[in-house]
């Protein structure tokens, strides 16, 4: 099952410009195979031994996971986030939603997540608190999360760097 929460907010950028932002944190619940530590530093011998033959074709994980048949343990995830609307762009509540959400879940984009086994509580206000501090440190430095607008950035700095220095002259 999936539920997606979210946290939107503004902040003044490099020029002065105030921008929207959202925060996605999507809760993912699935099933794993419950490993006892026994099994965890078996299943990590074997696949760090290439040469490694289990016995009789098979392999540690397929037992592993036919003796867990009717044993699943259930995990959840949560993944972070987030979307900048550009100030060339109009703001829109439902885009914003939709990046914000597809970054959460693209490994090489989000910008967090947090991972339970069925043993542990992660409750709402937990992730609440979470997307508070992401939108916290987002407001702060967005150049931290966004390498377009980091480029941006420097972009609008040193184009303005030019602007304002003063020309030398000789004595």
């Given at each position: 099952?999936?539920?997606?929460?979210?946290?939107?907010?503004t902040?003044k950028?490099?020029?002065?410009?105030e921008?929207?932002y959202?925060?996605?944190a999507?809760?993912?619940?699935?099933?794993?195979?419950?490993?006892?530590?026994?099994?965890?530093?078996?299943?990590?011998?074997?696949?760090?031994?290439?040469?490694?033959?289990?016995?009789?074709?098979?392999?540690?994980?397929c037992?592993?996971?036919?003796a867990?048949?009717?044993?699943?343990?259930t995990?959840?995830?949560?993944?972070f986030g987030?979307?900048?609307?550009?100030?060339?762009?109009?703001?829109?509540?439902?885009?914003?939603?939709?990046i914000?959400?597809?970054?959460?879940?693209?490994?090489?984009?989000?910008?967090?997540?947090?991972?339970?086994?069925h043993?542990?509580l992660?409750?709402?206000?937990y992730?609440?608190?979470?997307?508070?501090?992401?939108?916290?440190?987002?407001?702060?430095?967005?150049?931290?999360?966004?390498?377009t607008?980091?480029s941006?950035?420097?972009?609008?700095?040193?184009?303005?760097?030019r602007?304002?220095?003063?020309?030398?002259t000789?004595?």
């Amino acid at each position: 099952m999936k539920r997606t929460k979210y946290l939107e907010g503004t902040f003044k950028d490099y020029a002065g410009v105030e921008r929207k932002y959202t925060i996605a944190a999507v809760t993912i619940d699935s099933e794993a195979v419950p490993l006892e530590p026994d099994n965890v530093f078996e299943m990590a011998r074997i696949l760090a031994d290439e040469s490694y033959q289990y016995k009789d074709d098979s392999c540690i994980l397929c037992d592993l996971e036919k003796a867990s048949r009717g044993h699943m343990e259930t995990c959840r995830a949560v993944y972070f986030g987030y979307s900048i609307c550009n100030p060339k762009d109009t703001y829109s509540q439902e885009m914003g939603k939709s990046i914000a959400e597809r970054r959460a879940l693209n490994p090489r984009s989000r910008i967090g997540e947090i991972g339970v086994s069925h043993n542990m509580l992660l409750s709402q206000q937990y992730i609440e608190m979470c997307m508070k501090r992401f939108g916290e440190t987002l407001e702060k430095d967005p150049a931290q999360y966004s390498p377009t607008y980091a480029s941006a950035e420097k972009k609008y700095r040193k184009k303005n760097m030019r602007i304002a220095a003063p020309v030398k002259t000789q004595e």
